[in-house]
């Protein structure tokens, strides 16, 4: 009966550790790097000085420059939401399919095509976001953001 025991014990720590990614790409968040779901709270456009952790901003914008940017991140929001919410959508879809008694792998496929679109759509709305408020910039500024550090902002082009 230990044997059996043991045995099993052993076949459940295989079988979860073999599902833990399956799971985490399950999260309602999408899994780690992914950021929270459509319906979690936002915060404001200045997070740590930053753009929601795309862009970290200067810390030397004037009332202006802030005011401008809060326009354009206000105005990009219905957008950025709905776009959340397909992605969001479809992730849970092709979840629930994952786990149906009657998965179709066409399905799948057709799924999996409609998140990559989705995703690309939101990727894009951010690239026009950080787009608009790169123009917003001083030289200066803009010769500040890319001199920073990697994982701090936009990366200096490649010389090449």
């Known amino acids: 009966m230990k044997q059996f025991n043991a045995r099993l014990s052993r076949l459940f720590a295989i079988a979860a550790l073999s599902a833990l990614p399956a799971l985490v790409m399950a999260a309602p968040d999408g899994g780690p790097g992914r950021g929270p779901g459509p319906d979690a709270p936002r915060m404001g456009g200045f997070e740590h000085g930053g753009m929601r952790g795309h862009m970290r901003l200067p810390r030397d914008l004037t009332e202006a420059q802030r005011d401008k940017i809060f326009a ?89």
């Open 72 to 160: 354009i991140h206000h105005a990009q929001e219905p957008a950025l939401r709905e776009a959340g919410k397909q992605v969001f959508k479809t992730r849970q879809a092709l979840r629930e399919l994952a786990t149906a008694d009657n998965y179709d792998a066409a399905r799948a496929r057709s799924l999996a095509d409609d998140l990559g679109r989705a995703e690309a759509e939101q990727a894009r709305l951010h690239a026009d976001t950080m787009a608009q408020v790169w123009k917003v910039l001083t030289p200066e500024q803009r010769k500040q953001m890319n001199e920073r550090p990697e994982g701090r902002g936009p990366m200096p082009p490649k010389a090449g």
